[in-house]
Every structure is written in C-alpha cells, then in structure tokens.
C-alpha cells in the first residue's frame, strides 16, 4: 500500500477535525440543514416531511419536541453565555455594557416599528412584531469569522456583546408577551422548583446532576404553566455555579457551557432549521410574497437593524456615553449593524409562536426571515470586506 494511500485518510480526517473546530461550521451546518428543508417541502417528499413533523410521541409532536424541548437546551446555552458574560465578560461593568446596550435597544426598537408600521391596523399579523427584533449570534459571528483579520477584534466583542444582550431582550419578550392561558397551579409548581434552586446555590452545591434533574422539572411545569417551557432554560441557567472554592475545581457552568456547545451547535440548531425553515412556495401567490408580514420582516431585519443600532450607537459615542470599539472605523461599525439583520433562528422561533394557529403567516414569516438574513449578511460581508480600518497619526 502506497504512502499517499495511507495519508489520505489522516488528511480527511485533519480536514473534518478543521471544519467542526472553525466558528462557521455550525453557520454552515444551519444553512445546509434549512436549504434541506425547503427542498423536501417543494417536493415529492413535502407529504412525509408534514407527516413527520406532526407524528406524535410522548404527547408531543415531533414539532413541539424540537421547538419546546431541544430549544430549551438551546436557551439554556444562551442563558450559561448571559451569566458568564455579565458576571467577568464583556458585560461586567456598566462601562462595558453601555455601547451595546443602546445598540441592542435601537436593534430591537426600530425592526419592531418597521413591522408594525406595515401591519397596524390588522389584529392578526401585528401580533409578528417582535420577529424582527432578534440577531442570530450564531450565524452573524461565524460570517464575522470568514472576513478574518479585516476585522478588529473590538467589534466581534462588540457584537458578541450586542448579541447577548438581544438574546435577553428577546428572552424577556417571550415571556411576557407569547404566553398562553396561565395555569396558576402549574406556575406555583415552577416557582417552587426556583426556590429550590435558590437553595442549592446558595448552599454551594456544585455537582450539576441535581441542578439538571431540578431543571426538567422546571421545564416540565413550565410546559404545563402556559409560560413558553424553553423559558426554563434560561432560568435554570442563572442558577448554574460559576465561582468554586478552590482553583482546583472547573466551575460548574463552564463544564456544562463545554458539554452543550457542540450538541446545540451540530444537534440542536440544525434540527431545528430543518423542522421550521421548510416552505412551501409552491402554495404561496406573489400576493402572499410581497403581503405585509413577509415584507416586514424582511425590512424590518435589514433597514431596521442597521438603522436602530448604527444610529443608537452613534449618538451613543457622539454624547459620550460610550465609546467606539478600539482600532475599528464608523464604516466597520456600520458593517455590523447590517450584519446584524442576520436574525434567522430567534426570528424563526418567535413566528412560530406568535403564528401557531395559522402555517400561511408561519410560511410568510420564514420567507420575510430567509430573504431579510440573506440581504444583511450579503451586505455587511461586502460592506466589511471592503471598510478601511481608521487612520492613525503619524
């Protein structure tokens, strides 16, 4: 046997350990998943693939399994990054939390009243606002990464941040306004389980078996409460030690940060663009295309996002409130603000619940979704690949 016959496999295998360790596989693992989806459901297959996602098991659909029990680890991962980041990151001081804080503000502000300003007078479909107020972290730090070192590392903390603190107002938004009919027992239930997280906490209980038995239940009664089950995750997240006694000892949330990174990234995440991304165009007119809800969204993720963040942080900086990232230009900066409109799985997620009961406004919501994340990313990729970085004295 040849030697370039025995080093071909250790070559694939270096290329595949290459790809899966790189911050844009998971990017492209999503995007393949979703293209996947819509093929099957312009198919001869799209029968099956509704058959499948209706299939009933444990009392769920195989829908729901994915929606409100894979994403609550989705969320609970979310939740692990918030704490981390707020306790000794990037949002530990308010100093660190002030530019993309007013940016996270004006990226969700002004997406919502583009939507609603083509939707209001319409009780139905006002109902999408928040849609478009979500960035998808994932997706808009892994085509960060494909621009390299054009880049400052100031501005992917920046985003990073921006990001986090989207994922809270989105969280937050959730539970307030996409809850169904409350089930007080059932909420009681819950609170009782946070309590008891309370205690193991402040006890100094640091093996996370019983914080993750606490956790199902949590979900468990979460689901049953009317208030959205992936919720859970985000609160058991909170409880999830992050200081330990003794340097010796890995904290807690950072071994569990570790086990669900990969999991949410190649398990979770694809799973769920494959469930929710899947339209059918084919039962779709232009009217249903270029209708308010699709093109709401669409706008609200590429105009409002770059108009509310850029222009936030803006005067922001000008007022000094905050200052701009470091070695970064205004043209950077903008860059990601559109990139930002990229807002695929939380925008995805929140149609889903603010249409349950009707799949034409789901199916206008991912078209609104796909073509808005497609035209931010394309944008800002361009927009950044072509920024100077800003001029230093002599």
């Known amino acids: 046997m040849s030697e370039n016959t025995l080093r071909r496999p250790r070559i694939v295998a270096a290329a595949l350990s290459g790809f899966f360790n790189s911050p844009i596989a998971g990017g492209i693992i999503l995007i393949v998943a979703s293209i996947a989806a819509i093929i099957v459901a312009n198919s001869p297959l799209s029968e099956g693939y509704e058959l499948l996602l209706k299939y009933r098991a444990g009392g769920l ?15 609970l991962l979310v939740g692990l990054e918030i704490k981390r980041e707020l306790v000794i990151g990037e949002l530990a001081t308010w100093s660190q939390r002030a530019l993309p804080g007013f940016a996270a503000l004006g990226g969700m502000a002004v997406p919502a009243l583009i939507y609603v300003g083509f939707n209001i007078g319409n009780s139905e479909t006002i109902a999408g606002w928040a849609i478009p107020a979500a960035t998808d972290i994932a997706f808009a730090l892994g085509v960060l990464a494909l621009i390299g070192s054009r880049v400052p590392a100031s501005l992917k903390i920046f985003l990073s941040a921006l990001a986090i603190l989207d994922d809270m107002g989105a969280v937050i938004i959730i539970a307030l306004f996409y809850t169904s009919s409350i089930s007080i027992t059932m909420l009681m239930a819950a609170a009782a389980v946070v309590v008891l997280l309370f205690i193991m906490n402040r006890a100094g209980v640091t093996r996370l078996l019983p914080y993750l038995i606490a956790g199902v239940v949590l979900w468990f009664c979460m689901l049953q409460s009317g208030v959205h089950a992936t919720i859970a995750g985000i609160v058991l997240a909170f409880f999830i030690p992050l200081r330990v006694k003794t340097d010796d000892e890995e904290a807690p949330l950072y071994k569990l940060e570790h086990v669900l990174g990969s999991w949410v990234t190649f398990l979770v995440l694809p799973l769920f663009g494959f469930v929710n991304a899947g339209v059918a165009l084919s039962g779709m007119t232009l009217g249903d295309l270029t209708s308010p809800v699709p093109v709401g969204v669409a706008l609200g993720l590429f105009l409002g996002k770059q108009v509310g963040i850029f222009s936030l942080s803006l005067l922001a900086i000008k007022f000094g409130l905050a200052r701009r990232p470091y070695n970064s230009s205004w043209l950077q ?6 990139l930002c409109g990229i807002g695929f799985t939380m925008s995805l997620f929140i149609g889903n619940l603010a249409f349950s009961q009707t799949p034409l406004l789901v199916d206008e919501v991912k078209v609104g979704v796909l073509a808005g994340s497609i035209i931010a990313a394309l944008a800002g990729v361009l927009i950044l690949r072509f920024a100077s970085p800003p001029r230093r004295a002599v």
Request: glycine share 10%; net charge negative.
């Open 61 to 75: 659909s195989v829908e729901h399994w994915v929606n409100d029990g894979l994403m609550a680890i989705f969320f």
């Open 333 to 338: 900066l903008y860059g990601v603000s559109v």
